[in-house]
Every structure is written in structure tokens, then in C-alpha cells.
């Protein structure tokens, strides 16, 4: 079957179609991507609402690669989505004779909020809970709903499924999710740590088990997300017992605009002494802080990197305080989990930056993580085993795949009379 995957932002739509074959719903999922599965196109509608508006798609794979760039103008998702599908099935460039050959189409959905544990087939009534969480991520889950709707009046024939990035950490146990708030805001209200980031971590974490020969579920493991927006997750025999981020994504590390980990006194310091208003602070926390707001330079981690190397001094503790950062979380989740067994690092700078893995590794030899030196600065964007040969704790960078991910879980969460022949 062929999936439409969907991961709509405020001013962009990111796209893959995935062949997706094989196999029973269960395996669909934590078999991980099989060899016959295959990208069929990929790519990015930006700037959308903006002036510059432009779509770009890669057809053909790694092996053949065809990429096109169009400027064009795009007012609004719906026009976005419209563009999508028309490349899909453009007759010079495109990969599908006709839309009905999508089988199925997924949606990247950031909290699923009190209601939604596992991936759910979209109907007005999951449309209006998710419209109802929004306000916890109120950056991510309007424009995902936009881009629902507007996904379903262009294909309203197939099925369509919401795959939440806080599903994977429904197994958190209720001393890693409760704040000490009284009880009743946890109770009627809902205010707990979710975690994000957790389609990112399943898709990691399939690939884990297999290169722990299938010993996952035996296994203490760490799996660290470092790209723009940063998390760390605790998995103890496979099940998410602890994550960085909480009630909404601002928790945690640093990230390129968010600060992390903060004192709530800082929050009332900036409304009650400096004036600002909540939509100040929340621009501030969301927008300004992080790599951005120590640099003052940039929130891409290798502007930061190049700034340090020319001795800019607050480059220099942006990149510390961030490799710091990470260190304290995992020699916390180690101890919270009794041990450790495996260390990942997986997306943008994690998968990307050697010099960062090895800043956030350095003094971490008494837990037993330790790390080949010449193949940790060689491994860039691809799999591999980065660990020291007798060290402890084995330390990989498993690049992250959650357009494959939602593109399976949308498979086994669909009814079976909804699937091809």
C-alpha cells in the first residue's frame, strides 16, 4: 500500500509517500521498515502564507534522485496540499498514475493532550480533542489541524490516521509524570509531563533492538534527540519511563529558541518585575532563548560551533551549557533505571555532530560510556557504532525516520476492509 504522510507546520507542510508491504498489523510496526519498503517521493512546501512560497519534492530515492524546486504561490495549506498531490501525480515528473493510489494518508499530530495514547483513525470527534488539547502545544497543533481538514476534503475516500508524538510515552509511571502541583490541576486538569518527540523515539528505537540482536526488551537504554528542538528519553526494557520534555515541549534541554529546564519563578520575575505579558514571556521561552538567546548569534548548533572556534565567548558557553545539559540527564536516567546498556544519539545534531557527542560523552567513563574517537568524528548521518571496543555501555547514532514510522503505524491502525487487495 502506498501512504501519504503529513507533517504540517505553521508556515510549511513536509510530505513522504511510502510504499509500505507486508506483513501482520503487529509486524508492521515493531518489525521496523522492512527492505521492500521504499520512499517513492519526499519533500517540502515552505514559506507557506508568505511571499517567496515555493515546493520542492525528490522523486526516484537515494539511488536515482530526481529533486525539482518550484516557486509558486501558496496563501494557504489547502493550496499547499493541492500542489502536493498534483506533483504526485504530474504526468512528466510524478510517481502515481492516479490519487487512488493512495491508500491511506498519516498525520504527524505533536500532543495528543489526556486522550490519545496510540495512533487513531481521524473523525470529527478525534478532530474535536485534538482541537481541545491545542492549547498545550500551541505552536504545532493548529496548523496540524488545518492541514487535516484541508487533507480531507482533497482525499475524502481513504482513511486517514493521527499519530501522536506523546503516544510513546503513555508507559511513563506516574512518579515520572506528576508535577508536585496540588493533585487536583493533575486530577481535572491534565497538567502532567507528556513527553514529545516520541515518534522520533519508537522509530529509534525499533532500529535499537535490532542492533542489540533483539535484546531491547532485556535492555536500560538512552536515547538522546538533539536537533533544533532537543529530548532525552529513558527506555527501560523498551518502554518509556522517563522524558525530558512535559507538559509541553519547552522542558528539558536546551534546544535552538527554548531554554529548557527553568525555575517558574523566572516566569513571574519576567510578568511581575520586567512587565511583560504572557505572550511576551511564551515569545521569549518559544522564539528567543536557548542556543539563540546565550549565543546571540544564531539557533543553528554549527553557526554556534563556528563562532566558538573563532573565540566568541558566549558561543562557547551556549555549546557548553547545551553538552552540560544532556551529561546531567543522562547520569539522572541511568540512575533512575538502575543501570545503563546502550547510549543513542539521533537527529539533526545528534546524528550530524561528532564534536558535540563527544563533549556530552567526556567524564561519563565512570558509568562505562566511552568512545571510539576516530570512528565517532567519521560517522555523519548514518547508522553506527561509535562506542569505545571495551567500553561498557554500547554508544550508537541511529539516524531517525518518523515519516516511516507514521507511514506503519498508519498501516496497523487502519481496518482491514480498508486495505488493498
Known amino acids: 500500500m502506498r501512504v501519504l504522510v503529513l507533517n504540517c507546520g505553521s508556515s510549511s507542510i513536509k510530505f513522504e509517500l511510502r510504499r509500505i508491504t507486508g506483513g501482520s498489523e503487529a509486524d508492521a510496526v515493531t518489525a521496523g521498515a522492512t527492505e521492500a519498503d521504499s520512499v517513492l517521493a519526499e519533500g517540502l512546501v515552505g514559506r507557506v502564507g508568505d511571499d517567496g512560497s515555493f515546493i ?59 486522550y490519545f495514547t496510540a495512533p487513531a483513525l481521524v473523525t470529527s470527534e478525534v478532530i474535536a480533542r485534538i482541537e481541545e488539547e491545542a492549547h498545550l502545544a500551541p505552536l504545532h497543533n493548529p496548523p496540524t489541524l488545518l492541514g487535516i481538514r484541508e487533507a480531507l476534503r482533497i482525499l475524502p475516500d481513504i482513511p486517514h490516521v493521527a499519530v501522536f508524538d506523546t503516544g510513546f510515552h503513555a508507559t511513563l509511571p506516574e512518579t515520572a509524570r506528576v508535577y508536585a502541583l496540588p ?113 546571540g548569534v544564531s539557533n543553528d548548533m554549527r553557526d554556534v560551533e563556528t563562532d566558538a572556534s573563532k573565540g566568541d565567548a558566549r558561543c562557547r558557553l551556549a555549546l557548553d551549557v547545551y553538552a552540560y545539559r544532556v551529561k546531567k540527564y543522562i547520569g539522572a536516567y541511568a540512575a533512575a533505571m538502575g543501570g545503563l546498556d546502550a547510549l543513542v544519539f539521533t537527529a539533526g545534531v545528534g546524528e550530524n555532530d561528532p564534536d558535540m557527542r563527544a563533549a556530552i560523552c567526556e567524564g561519563l567513563q565512570f558509568l562505562g560510556i566511552g568512545l571510539d574517537t576516530e570512528v565517532n568524528a567519521a560517522t555523519r548521518g548514518v547508522e553506527g557504532d561509535i562506542g569505545a571496543a571495551h567500553a561498557k555501555v554500547r554508544v550508537f547514532v541511529v539516524p531517525t525516520d518518523e515519516e516511516g514510522l507514521i507511514a506503519r503505524e498508519t498501516w496497523a491502525r487502519i481496518d482491514s476492509s480498508h486495505r488493498p487487495t
Not at 491534565?190 to 532485556?218: M, N, P, T
Open 56 to 114: 520542492e519534492i525528490q522523486t526516484g530515492g537515494e539511488d536515482d534522485p530526481h529533486e525539482r524546486r518550484q516557486e509558486v504561490p501558496v496563501p494557504g495549506h489547502g493550496r499547499g496540499l493541492e500542489l502536493i498531490v498534483d506533483a504526485l501525480v504530474d504526468p512528466s515528473a510524478g510517481v502515481l498514475n492516479d490519487l487512488s493510489e493512495v491508500s491511506a494518508v498519516g498525520h504527524r499530530v505533536v500532543h495528543g493532550g489526556r
Open 183 to 295: 493533585y487536583r490541576f493533575y486530577e481535572e486538569n491534565g497538567v502532567r509531563r507528556y513527553g514529545f518527540h516520541g515518534i522520533s523515539v519508537a522509530s529509534v528505537a525499533q532500529k535499537l533492538d535490532r542492533l542489540l540482536a533483539g535484546r531491547l526488551k532485556e535492555s536500560k537504554a538512552i536515547i538522546a534527540h538533539l536537533g533544533n528542538g532537543a529530548s532525552i528519553t529513558a527506555l527501560d526494557r523498551g518502554r518509556s519511563v522517563d522524558t525530558s520534555m512535559g507538559l509541553t515541549p519547552l522542558e528539558g534541554l536546551v534546544m535552538g529558541t527554548r531554554p529548557g529546564d527553568l525555575d517558574a519563578g523566572v516566569v513571574l520575575f519576567l510578568i511581575r518585575d520586567l512587565g511583560l505579558s504572557p505572550d511576551e514571556v511564551d515569545r521569549v521561552l518559544s522564539e528567543e532563548s536557548g542556543l539563540l538567546g546565550l549565543s
